[in-house]
């Protein structure tokens, strides 16, 4: 028999939690920011099971990395056969079969003429690291932009790179120099105060009339780095003009178009990458999280002409291993085997049900997203857009109790971002549990 989730067979955390949770706080770094205490044992494509028995429906998928569900049996079973054969071979100083076919495949899947050159690493943050150094070396140009709410990663060039939460930067400094951050195209608060279709031009006319007319000289900028959608900062969908508009600025000035796809692309918007609802082709693309279906592994794809420095330049003795190349070859035949088609639908379906529920819970300021990348933005007021946070994290860990695993970005949204492999029923679920969180904290109809 199938087995049931979800499944509340005592209050979380239970007692074998527990145990694990105080050794936790005794040897493991305090820097991380857990959600809530979920202790995992095991889990099966949308089921996560925890040590004392409890099982959840998974709607994080591991921070959108589980794409293709968690233990996918292709996935498992490539992984063991390539265990058999070959666990490591540094690419840095040795040619890796395995890795020069993904590089082929990536080279296929993502937008823009091929060929197109590609750097293995071992996360998004390196896979940024990479496209950083990448675009200073090739333009000879120092500065480069990014935008407010921004997430690249923690890792010095990343982190300068993010503007999503002070804590992140908070006693880091000096960053690296030369990252000029701007207004991302957040329309549901614009920073410029206009309606649409107006903002759908006011972030990128700011940038040539204002800040390339003051401070900043466009022929020093290397490049724009830029989320499709943006992930941590909100889960934030721009209009459609704004990527496409950034795209022919960068063009106009020479400078580079970086996209961020670490979180958003391998099929997760109902596309490949996010980038292609927006009629634009990039000249770097950051890729990491969903490429593996939980292996560590980062590419940054760029045009061959860009990808021009030598041997030496940059390396990775673990980016591209190959176990985590044969994970991401299954991975993205699955993906393309009917993967993204179900993000599609199965988005579309939530982002219909979730719009329903708008007008019903005074919570709910917004529904947003592609695919399965939902953002639900929470608010005290609708009128006034005051941000609800403590109301967002609560709405989380109810949903938590009730056996459903969700999680917040930005300062007050709730991510659905489950893996690819959702059915309606799993849809449902999701938000029955859902509306009665939200109804528990905020007294909706």
């Not at 979180?263 to 990039?282: N, Y």
């Not at 044969?326 to 219909?352: D, F, H, M």
């Not at 459903?404 to 938000?431: H, Q, S, V, Y």
Request: aromatic share 6%; proline share 7%.
């Amino acid at each position: 028999m199938p087995e049931k989730y979800p499944l509340i067979k005592v209050t979380p955390p239970g007692p074998k939690a527990e145990a694990i949770l105080e050794k936790d706080s005794k040897y493991i770094s305090p820097s991380s920011a857990r959600a809530y205490p979920l202790v995992v044992k095991r889990a099966k494509g949308v089921m996560v099971e925890d040590v004392d028995g409890n099982r959840y429906l998974d709607f994080t998928s591991g921070v959108a990395v589980c794409n293709t569900g968690h233990c996918h049996p292709a996935v498992v079973k490539a992984i063991a056969q390539q265990a058999k054969e070959l666990l490591h071979m540094s690419g840095a100083d040795f040619f890796n079969p395995l890795q020069i076919e993904l590089a082929q495949k990536l080279d296929e899947a993502c937008p823009g003429p091929s060929p197109k050159r590609v750097f293995f690493s071992n996360s998004g943050a390196e896979s940024v690291e990479t496209a950083l150094k990448l675009v200073r070396y090739h333009t000879k140009r120092p500065l480069v932009i990014a935008f407010a709410n921004a997430f690249h990663g923690r890792t010095m060039g990343a982190l300068s790179l993010t503007g999503s939460k002070p804590v992140q930067r908070k006693g880091f400094s000096p960053l690296v120099p030369g990252v000029i951050h701007v207004p991302y195209a957040y329309c549901y608060r614009c920073p410029y105060g206009v309606t649409h279709p107006r903002e759908e031009l006011a972030c990128i006319r700011w940038i040539e009339e204002e800040l390339f007319k003051t401070y900043v000289p466009p022929e020093e900028v290397a490049a724009v780095f830029v989320e499709p959608i943006q992930g941590e900062g909100g889960y934030i969908v721009p209009p459609k003009a704004f990527i496409k508009d950034l795209s022919t600025l960068c063009k106009k000035y020479g400078i580079l178009l970086v996209a961020d796809e670490v979180q958003s692309g391998m099929g997760r918007t109902g596309k490949m990458l996010a980038i292609e609802h927006f009629d634009a082709v990039p000249d770097v693309i950051c890729l990491a999280k969903g490429i593996a279906s939980g292996l560590p592994l980062g590419a940054t794809v760029a045009r061959e002409e860009i990808m021009d420095w030598p041997p030496g330049a940059h390396a990775s003795t673990f980016g591209g291993n190959p176990l985590s190349s044969r994970a991401a070859l299954v991975t993205l035949e699955l993906l393309k085997r009917g993967l993204v088609e179900n993000a599609a639908k199965i988005g579309s379906y939530l982002l219909e049900e979730l719009n329903k529920l708008l007008p019903r819970h005074p919570l709910i300021g917004e529904v947003r997203g592609k695919g399965l990348m939902i953002g639900i933005e929470l608010v005290k007021d609708k009128e006034t857009k005051e941000r609800a946070g403590e109301e967002r994290e609560t709405v989380v860990k109810r949903a938590f109790q009730k056996g459903l695993l969700l999680l917040g970005c930005g300062k007050n949204t709730i991510r659905f971002a489950p893996p690819l492999t959702i059915t309606k029923k799993d849809a449902d679920t999701a938000l029955s549990i859902f509306d009665e969180a939200l109804r528990a904290v905020g007294k909706g109809k």
